[in-house]
């Protein structure tokens, strides 16, 4: 299915890898230099590696960058275990890493990828050199009410219905109304990133699996939210080794923007890049000013005394970042 799907930009290979119980479709923008960092990226619910291309395009001077669509999202075909839960999400990541050998690596997670990339840096700290978060889908004691439509599709049948409800919707009228939610400024969305997501869009509803790994996903993250102990993501959070780096939109309608404090208490060694014109894809919205904190936190940590550089797998808009340690978030709006 890679072969043809929409959205594969100059310079970007998209090919299928198989994993075990699973086959994931991976986008690679190599880097410029050989010597270059692997960094990995996850998306979030409903989205796809598309998401990252933009952000790994402006990055292609500083890492070697992969992204995969989760299972049953982009071209990825459904797992085989019919397992969308989050620890499932997170298991399927690691093996991604342990077969291609790139690791340690920059890992980026974004909403329910956030979630995922949390548990994968809490319980593989060798394969994570650092850690960046962009409005990562952790527990919310009192969700913003934006986001009640998204959880809802987790309800038993509620995918079904909305299917039938939205039957004959375009899917330029679906695309558009996606990007609308998670940009915090829609003037942002170009007219290429609308056609592109338009393209995508029609590939995506007519497959089969379409809503069911949509619904499915989405009660595993109302799952995930309800675990206690060891368990909770935001225990798993605080068992973090690596420098993280959480990015929040203060136009975020999915996460709230008020996470940030809990988040920057949580993750130990953490920095916040608060950006407060900004919505749920800060990497889509405003990559360049991601890449840029990015680049800060590679930096800080390559300055650390006694830093040790872990050694590489040879391959064939607004905002400021706060530096090392700072607990700051700018909650203007």
């Known amino acids: 299915m890679t072969e043809d799907w929409p959205g ?3 310079g970007e290979t998209f090919r299928p890898r198989a994993l075990p119980g699973a086959v994931v479709a991976v986008r690679r923008r190599a880097a410029v230099r050989d010597d ?16 990252w ?14 992204a995969l669509d989760l299972p049953g999202f982009g071209a990825s075909p459904p797992p085989g275990d019919g397992d969308y839960s989050v620890p499932a999400h997170a298991r399927r990541v690691i093996r991604c890493l342990e077969a291609s050998g790139r690791g ?44 009640v439509p998204t959880a809802l599709l987790g309800a038993p049948g509620a995918t079904r219905l909305m299917g039938r409800l939205t039957r004959d919707y375009p899917a330029e009228r679906r695309a558009r109304d996606v990007l609308r939610l998670c940009y915090g400024d829609p003037a942002r969305i170009t007219e290429h990133e609308l056609a592109v997501a338009v393209a995508e869009q029609e590939r995506r509803q007519a497959l089969p ?9 989405a009660a595993g993250l109302f799952h995930a939210y309800t675990l206690g102990g060891q368990q909770s993501l935001w225990r798993q959070a605080e068992r973090v080794l690596a420098p993280t780096l959480l990015i929040y939109g203060g136009r975020d309608r999915l996460v709230a923007f008020r996470m940030a404090r809990r988040a920057a208490i949580a993750f130990r060694d953490s920095r916040v890049l608060a950006l407060p014109s900004v919505g749920h894809v800060a990497m889509m919205e405003v990559p360049d000013a991601v890449a840029d904190a990015f680049r800060e936190l590679r930096d800080e940590i390559a300055e650390r005394p006694g830093a040790v550089v872990p050694p590489v797998v040879p391959r064939s808009p607004t905002g400021t970042a706060p530096r090392a340690g700072s607990r700051g978030v700018d909650a203007s709006c």
């Open 36 to 51: 270059a960092e692997p960094a990995f990226f996850v998306h979030g619910l409903g989205g796809s590696s598309r998401n």
């Open 209 to 217: 699996w379409f809503w069911d790994s949509l619904g499915r996903s």
């Open 53 to 66: 291309s933009s952000l790994m395009e402006r990055l292609a001077g500083d890492v070697d960058c992969e």
């Open 104 to 147: 340690p690596v920059h890992l980026f997670g974004n909403s329910l990828g956030g979630a995922a990339a949390t548990r994968v840096a809490a319980q593989r700290p060798d394969l994570v050199r650092s850690l960046t978060l962009i409005s990562p889908a952790l527990p919310e004691l009192r969700p913003q009410r934006t986001v």
């Open 8 to 10: 594969v930009r100059e």
